[in-house]
């Protein structure tokens, strides 16, 4: 595969033209360029990053979570939620697998259908590239992207290694999230420049901020970890471990929340998954009268957890001093804790972008635009964005195999 970086200020010369070039040398970039290459197509891969794929290398600690086995379109945000369905039913989790496995890489489940990989994020990398140099393509990074136009048939791309023309463009950029590896918009104003339309976008897979007494409260609690269910404005339910900071709410659960939240919003949270508080309290009055409230929290959550929801309800009584205005106070604070985020963390920390290049403006089936023929936009950067725990990069695999073995 030609790799070929800036040095020394000299740059890498392109061919006139090509079949295929592809901005955006990510996941969804790199495995649409391995699709075409194997169909044919002379593919050059563009990226203004000196290094390809950093989203792979941070995900989910260096482990990377590269697909889940519970892959459906029902599991992905987008204003048509039908619009995933036909790519992710063409090329599936197992797929993938299979491309791993002739690589000799190896896999584990985690908990909800989540697959990382044994060798880490470093290995899914070289197989990717492995792949995409088996596959005739052409990497070029550290490139600047100056101008996109069509005046014929042909795109005309300047750089700032020269021009390259070619029939088909694939839009790889990804969205606004996580800045400071590389992020932008740059996808989004093509779109533009070529009539698309942009679904507003948004932080998501994001950590909620707090202000005033919450976020005194929370930062106190800074480290405490507890699972919880937290439903959304839109009844949207999530099951899964909340994290407290020092700026307000983190894990898995109040990630799934964010990507669904709207400002101003208020959020619904369940300290008691599975249980019915109102019974269970009524039981312990009976069976242990002289047993304390901070006891009985206590054995159901961890000690800064139980002195603070004590603290705030002030029902620091034995069991057999609890009425039943108490027993409905406390069933109400643990089943149902309503409380307003003030923001987000933003894009700087967020895992994904919501929202994206409006999916009624693209074919489901190839990913092409309706405005403009030969035109491709896949992964972050459409209007599809999937669920915490291995959907996006699900959807970044399939989303370039329908671009790739279609232009």
Same mark, same amino acid.
């Given at each position: 595969?030609?790799?070929?970086?800036?040095?020394?200020?000299?740059? $890498?010369?392109?061919?006139?033209?090509?079949?295929?070039? +592809?901005?955006?040398?990510?996941?969804?970039?790199?495995?649409?360029?391995?699709?075409?290459?194997?169909?044919?197509?002379?593919?050059?891969?563009?990226?203004?990053?000196?290094?390809?794929?950093?989203?792979?290398?941070?995900?989910?600690?260096?482990?990377?979570?590269?697909?889940?086995?519970?892959?459906? !379109?029902?599991?992905?945000?987008?204003? /048509?939620?039908?619009?995933?369905?036909? !790519?992710?039913?063409?090329?599936?989790?197992? %797929? #993938?697998?299979? =491309?791993?496995?002739?690589?000799?890489?190896?896999?584990?489940?985690?908990?909800?259908?989540?697959? #990382?990989? %044994?060798?880490?994020?470093?290995?899914? +990398?070289?197989?990717?590239?492995?792949?995409?140099?088996?596959?005739?393509?052409?990497? #070029?990074?550290?490139? @600047?992207?100056?101008?996109?136009?069509?005046?014929?048939?042909?795109? =005309?791309?300047?750089?700032? =290694?020269?021009?390259? *023309?070619? @029939? !088909?463009? +694939?839009?790889?950029?990804?969205?606004?999230?996580?800045?400071?590896?590389?992020?932008?918009?740059?996808?989004?104003?093509?779109?533009? @420049?070529?009539?698309?339309?942009?679904?507003?976008?948004?932080?998501?897979?994001?950590?909620?901020?707090?202000?005033?007494?919450?976020?005194?409260?929370?930062?106190?609690?800074?480290?405490?970890?507890? &699972?919880?269910?937290?439903?959304?404005? %839109?009844?949207?339910?999530?099951?899964?471990?909340?994290?407290?900071?020092?700026?307000?709410?983190?894990?898995?659960?109040?990630?799934?929340?964010?990507?669904?939240?709207?400002? $101003?919003?208020?959020?619904?949270? /369940?300290?008691? &998954?599975?249980?019915?508080?109102?019974?269970?309290?009524?039981?312990?009055?009976?069976?242990? &009268?002289? *047993?304390?409230?901070?006891?009985?929290?206590?054995?159901?959550?961890?000690?800064?957890?139980?002195?603070?929801?004590?603290?705030?309800? $002030?029902?620091?009584? =034995?069991?057999?001093?609890?009425?039943?205005?108490?027993?409905? +106070?406390?069933?109400?604070?643990?089943?149902?804790?309503?409380?307003?985020?003030?923001?987000?963390?933003?894009?700087?920390?967020?895992?994904?972008?919501?929202?994206?290049?409006?999916?009624?403006?693209?074919?489901?089936?190839?990913?092409?635009?309706?405005?403009?023929? $030969?035109?491709?936009?896949?992964?972050?950067?459409?209007?599809?964005?999937?669920?915490?725990?291995?959907?996006?990069?699900?959807?970044?695999?399939?989303?370039?195999?329908?671009?790739?073995?279609?232009?």
């Amino acid at each position: 595969m030609s790799v070929i970086r800036s040095n020394s200020g000299k740059l $890498g010369p392109f061919e006139a033209s090509t079949d295929l070039v +592809i901005i955006g040398a990510g996941a969804a970039g790199l495995f649409a360029g391995i699709e075409a290459g194997r169909r044919g197509k002379r593919v050059v891969l563009l990226d203004h990053s000196g290094k390809p794929a950093e989203k792979i290398r941070i995900s989910g600690g260096g482990r990377c979570n590269f697909t889940n086995l519970e892959t459906h !379109a029902s599991r992905f945000l987008s204003s /048509n939620r039908h619009f995933a369905k036909s !790519a992710l039913a063409r090329f599936t989790p197992w %797929d #993938f697998i299979e =491309r791993m496995s002739a690589h000799g890489l190896t896999w584990h489940e985690k908990t909800l259908g989540q697959l #990382f990989c %044994d060798q880490k994020s470093p290995a899914i +990398i070289k197989f990717l590239l492995d792949d995409f140099e088996a596959a005739g393509g052409q990497l #070029f990074l550290d490139t @600047q992207i100056n101008e996109i136009t069509k005046p014929d048939d042909q795109f =005309r791309i300047a750089t700032s =290694r020269g021009e390259i *023309q070619t @029939q !088909a463009l +694939i839009i790889a950029t990804g969205g606004l999230s996580i800045p400071k590896i590389g992020a932008t918009g740059f996808g989004y104003d093509i779109a533009r @420049q070529f009539g698309h339309s942009i679904v507003e976008t948004r932080p998501g897979l994001v950590p909620f901020t707090f202000s005033g007494a919450l976020l005194e409260r929370f930062a106190g609690l800074s480290g405490v970890a507890t &699972p919880v269910d937290i439903r959304t404005a %839109d009844k949207t339910e999530f099951h899964e471990a909340m994290l407290f900071t020092h700026r307000g709410l983190s894990g898995p659960a109040v990630l799934q929340a964010s990507s669904y939240w709207q400002p $101003g919003e208020s959020i619904s949270i /369940n300290y008691a &998954p599975g249980k019915n508080v109102r019974d269970t309290l009524s039981d312990a009055r009976q069976a242990s &009268p002289r *047993q304390g409230m901070k006891d009985w929290l206590t054995g159901l959550f961890p000690a800064r957890l139980a002195d603070d929801i004590l603290n705030e309800t $002030g029902l620091s009584k =034995r069991m057999s001093e609890l009425s039943n205005k108490d027993i409905e +106070i406390m069933a109400s604070r643990l089943a149902r804790h309503e409380i307003t985020p003030t923001a987000t963390e933003g894009y700087r920390t967020a895992e994904v972008t919501v929202g994206g290049v409006n999916t009624d403006e693209l074919s489901s089936k190839t990913m092409e635009s309706k405005l403009c023929p $030969g035109l491709y936009f896949i992964g972050e950067v459409v209007d599809v964005t999937g669920w915490l725990g291995g959907y996006n990069f699900q959807w970044a695999w399939a989303s370039a195999h329908a671009a790739g073995t279609n232009c």
